[in-house]
T-cell receptor, first 114, second 113 residues
Framework: QKEVEQDPGPLSVPEGAIVSLNCTYSNSAFQYFMWYRQYSRKGPELLMYTYSSGNKEDGRFTAQVDKSSKYISLFIRDSQPSDSATYLCAIKAAVDQGAQKLVFGQGTRLTINP | KAGVTQTPRYLIKTRGQQVTLSCSPISGHRSVSWYQQTPGQGLQFLFEYFSETQRNKGNFPGRFSGRQFSNSRSEMNVSTLELGDSALYLC????????????FGPGTRLTVT
């Protein structure tokens, strides 16, 4: 079982729609959850990170974590064509001897149609 | 503040050759991580360096190696290149202990022919 599962899409919605992007994870010990946006031929850009269950809002973006279900979501309100990109979820995982690493989902390719 | 920079941006090599990629982290960031991104496998962790020491390594063969210098700049090396090594190689930096706030460079696109 993969540590982080994400539907790769593609997902296509009309401009102005609310977009919901989701990931599930396997280890209940994971504590930090991140969302990145990656435009074509660019590196991933950190959108936001959350630590605990609940919601975190930043402008049109809301990250939601449900630790009981091991489910994380990113909502985009009033979606714009400039939001068209691949969205990656990531979790911070502990490895041996206190080291840590980020584990990424496969990424969801999103297109916002004008 | 300048972002993470990576050089070169594009590289074409032939099988059997070796390659060295360079990364300069954000000023003040001493943790540098490397990732390989391919359409099939997604973004996979290669290794992390902090204070010139490799702290963590992903599941990649020994042909993949790296190092970090005293100014936190990092290099990664791939020896005996294989066709499957064609990928976008990404470097990311963060403050120590803050992997949840990691910032990526634009990547080096490596093509192996």
């Amino acid at each position: 079982q993969k540590e982080v599962e994400q539907d790769p899409g593609p997902l296509s919605v009309p401009e102005g729609a609310i977009v919901s992007l989701n990931c599930t994870y396997s280890n209940s010990a994971f504590q930090y959850f991140m969302w990145y946006r990656q435009y074509s031929r660019k590196g991933p850009e950190l959108l936001m990170y959350t630590y605990s269950s609940g919601n975190k809002e930043d402008g049109r973006f809301t990250a939601q974590v449900d630790k009981s279900s091991k489910y994380i979501s990113l909502f985009i309100r009033d979606s714009q064509p400039s939001d068209s990109a691949t969205y990656l979820c990531a979790i911070k995982a502990a490895v041996d001897q206190g080291a840590q690493k980020l584990v990424f989902g496969q990424g969801t390719r999103l297109t916002i149609n004008p | 503040k300048a972002g993470v920079t990576q050089t070169p941006r594009y590289l074409i090599k032939t099988r059997g050759q070796q390659v060295t990629l360079s990364c300069s982290p954000i000023s003040g960031h001493r943790s540098v991580s490397w990732y390989q991104q391919t359409p099939g496998q997604g973004l996979q962790f290669l290794f992390e360096y902090f204070s010139e020491t490799q702290r963590n390594k992903g599941n990649f063969p020994g042909r993949f190696s790296g190092r970090q210098f005293s100014n936190s700049r990092s290099e990664m090396n791939v020896s005996t290149l294989e066709l499957g090594d064609s990928a976008l190689y990404l470097c990311a930096s963060s403050l120590e202990g803050q992997l949840y706030e990691q910032y990526f460079g634009p990547g080096t696109r490596l093509t192996v022919t």
